[in-house]
C-alpha cells in the first residue's frame, strides 16, 4: 500500500505532489461509497478520534465528524467555549486528557498559527490541522483543488484567482501552495491593504483589478472579508469593497468563456458575492462541501496507517 510522507497533516508546504495525489486517488475511492445506498465502511472501526476546536467552525466541524463516522471510528467532540479552557487549563494539558482517554488521532482548529505544529513535537497521536489561525487550512485546500480537478479534469496548467482578504486567510495560503505543487498558475487579486507583503515571494501573479484577474481565469476562489482578524481599518467600508472587488452574477455571465466560482464558506452574501453569482450555474460551491466529506475520509485513513 502506498503512504502519505508524513505522520500529521500540518499544512499542505509539509507534503509533496506524491502525497496530494495520493489522497485524491483514495478520495475518488470514497466519493464511490458516499454515492453508495450504504455510505459506510469499517476502515477506522479501531480508532478513536476527537475533534478538538477552539473556533467557530460548521462546514469543516461537520464534514470531519461525518467523514469518521463514515469510516467507522469513534469520535468525540471538544468545543473550547464549553470546556475547562474557560477555568484556565493549557493547551497542551487539555490534549493530554483527551489522549489519556486512549484517544488516537486529534483534529484541531485553533485561532493561534503553529498550534498543531507545537502540539506534535509534544504528543504521539496523529494531527490533523482545521485551520490554525491566518496560517494553513489544508483540507480546504484539498478539497478546492479535488473539486476543480473534478470540474475541469486536471488543475495542472489551470488559471486559479484567488480574490479577497488574501492577508488573514489561511485558505489563501494553503490553496497557493496546492495549487503551485499541482501544476496551476496562481494570481492573488483585492485591496493593496488586504495582501501580505511577501506575497511575490509565493511565486504568484498579482491584480488589482477583479474585472482583468476574471478575464484572465479558468477558475475564480473568492474569499470572504475576515472582519473578527482585523485589528484595523483595511478599506473605508464593506459598501467600498463591494464596489470594487464584489462579483455579481451579470459581470461572470458578461465574460466569453466558461469560468468555475469557488467559495470556502462561510459567504457574506452582498459584500464579496453577489446572492445570483453565489446560486447560478458558474459556481461549484456546494460541490465543494460534498467533495469535503472524501477528501477528509481519505486524509484519515491514510494518516491512521502512518502511527
Ligand atoms: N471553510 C471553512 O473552514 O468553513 P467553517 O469555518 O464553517 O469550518
Not at 498550534?115 to 478546492?144: C, K, M, W, Y
Not at 507583503?197 to 478575464?215: N, P, Q, T
Request: aromatic letters at 6%; glycine letters at 4%; proline letters at 3%.
Amino acid at each position: 500500500m502506498q503512504e502519505l510522507s508524513v505522520r500529521h497533516l500540518l499544512g499542505i508546504k509539509d507534503i509533496t505532489a506524491e502525497d496530494i495525489q495520493l489522497i485524491f486517488e483514495t478520495a475518488d475511492n470514497f466519493k464511490d461509497v458516499l454515492n453508495r445506498p450504504i455510505k459506510k465502511v469499517p476502515s477506522l472501526r479501531d480508532i478513536t478520534i476527537a475533534n478538538v476546536f477552539f473556533e467557530n467552525s460548521t462546514r469543516t466541524r461537520l464534514s470531519f465528524e461525518l467523514a469518521e463516522k463514515r469510516l467507522s471510528a469513534d469520535v468525540i467532540n471538544f468545543s473550547s467555549s464549553s470546556s475547562s479552557v474557560k477555568k484556565g487549563e493549557t493547551l497542551l494539558d487539555t490534549v493530554n486528557n483527551i489522549l489519556a482517554m486512549k484517544v488516537d488521532m486529534i483534529v484541531m482548529r485553533h485561532s493561534s498559527p503553529g498550534a498543531p505544529h507545537f502540539l506534535s513535537r509534544h504528543i504521539d497521536a496523529n494531527i490533523v490541522n482545521a485551520g490554525d489561525g491566518t496560517h494553513e487550512h489544508p483540507t480546504q485546500a484539498l478539497l478546492d483543488s479535488f473539486s476543480i480537478r473534478e470540474k475541469l479534469g486536471d488543475v495542472a496548467g489551470k488559471k486559479v484567482v484567488i480574490i479577497g482578504d488574501i492577508l488573514h486567510s489561511r485558505v489563501a495560503l494553503s490553496n497557493i501552495f496546492a495549487l503551485q505543487k499541482l501544476g496551476a498558475e496562481v494570481m492573488v487579486c483585492g485591496p493593496v491593504t488586504l495582501l501580505p507583503k511577501y506575497i511575490k515571494e509565493l511565486g504568484v501573479k498579482v491584480e488589482f483589478d477583479v474585472r482583468k484577474a476574471l478575464d484572465w481565469c479558468d477558475v475564480a476562489n473568492v474569499l470572504r472579508i475576515q472582519l473578527e482578524r482585523q485589528q484595523m481599518k483595511y478599506f473605508p467600508s464593506l459598501r467600498e469593497y463591494t464596489l470594487y472587488y464584489g462579483i455579481d452574477k451579470k459581470m461572470l455571465d458578461s465574460l466569453d468563456k466558461q469560468i468555475v466560482l469557488m467559495h470556502p464558506g462561510p459567504i457574506n452574501r452582498g459584500v464579496e458575492l453577489s446572492s445570483d453569482a453565489a446560486d447560478s450555474h458558474h459556481s461549484i460551491i456546494l460541490n465543494q462541501v460534498e467533495n469535503g466529506v472524501a477528501i477528509r475520509m481519505a486524509v484519515l485513513y491514510l494518516l491512521a496507517s502512518r502511527k
